[in-house]
């Protein structure tokens, strides 16, 4: 079975969809994924989508489990490169993906990775409990 | 009356796929927006997965049709799995049977023009759209 290339990129992980993804496809991206973040102790992780010409449920369900897989093995995700006519539509379908972080296109991307790595902490989401002040 | 038209078979995840590419060529040849083209392509593929999933696999009668100077895409999605007992609930966002976030029917539903569900429980289910140009 075909698989979706995985680049490693210093401390991060960097993946390119540029094929019209069936399930299963998208099912074993997940978990080339997360076992890739697990072996290289990776800290980011970042998915251009700037080739995929829809996003339905099914797909942007995966990208979001994809985030919140990263976020429990400590890496960070971001997507890039979301065609406005799929923004529109996967807004419309009902689906923000709320929780997943996104840039405009590569380079962006990777400055936003950069930027967490260097801070070592969560940018927005950093949680405080108060217990440590 | 239908232009032309087109049935295909919906059995594996490789078909959603193929039901996809069919609406995407003929948007393209009737000239849909880009936005178009991507709420139809999305919804199709929304209703080829229930087809799959939930349906047990069927097939979609794929037709251009027209109505005076209007052209327009119509699929019609049917199965005989075991059909839809609560229709209102069904089209509710967020209800789902599976595993899924409950946007394949009330989210394509949004993204086309006409929408018209009928299934019977036992006996399958229809799910037919029109997207007008």
Redesign the interface.
């Known amino acids: 079975m075909d698989r979706i290339p995985i680049l490693k990129v210093g401390d991060c992980l960097l993946v390119t969809i540029q094929v ?5 496809l998208a099912m074993s991206l997940q978990e080339d994924l997360t076992s890739q973040i697990a072996k290289y102790a990776s800290r980011g992780v970042l998915i251009d989508i700037s080739s995929l ?6 797909i ?2 995966m990208l979001a489990n994809i985030a919140a897989m990263s976020r429990v093995l400590d890496a960070q995700t971001v997507l890039t490169g979301m ?4 923004a ?3 807004v ?4 923000a993906l709320p929780g997943i972080k996104t840039a405009l296109n590569v380079e962006r991307g990777m400055e936003l990775l950069q930027a967490y790595l260097n801070q070592d902490v969560e940018p927005e989401e950093t949680e405080n409990d108060g217990a440590q002040e | 009356m239908a232009l032309k038209s087109e049935t295909m078979p919906i059995a594996t ?2 078909d ?2 193929k039901v ?2 069919l609406a ?1 060529q003929w948007a393209t040849e009737l000239k849909f927006s ?2 178009d ?3 139809l ?2 919804a199709a ?2 209703l080829a ?1 229930n087809t799959l999933e939930h349906g047990g696999g069927g097939s979609v009668l794929a037709s251009i049709v027209e109505e005076g100077a209007r052209k327009g895409i119509k699929l019609s999605f049917d199965d005989k799995g075991p059909g839809i007992a609560n229709l209102e609930l069904a089209l509710r ?1 967020g209800y789902t049977t599976g595993g ?2 409950g ?2 029917l ?3 539903k ?2 086309v023009n006409d929408f018209e569900i009928k299934s019977e429980p036992g006996r399958g289910t229809t799910v037919t759209i029109i997207r007008w140009k």
């Open positions: 019209d993804m069936h399930d299963e010409e829809i996003v339905d449920s099914f942007g369900r065609q406005p006519a799929v529109i539509t996967l419309e379908l009902g689906m | 995840s490789a959603v796929v996809r590419q995407r880009l936005v083209q991507t709420k392509v999305t593929s929304e997965r966002d899924g976030m946007l394949g009330s989210g394509s949004r993204l």
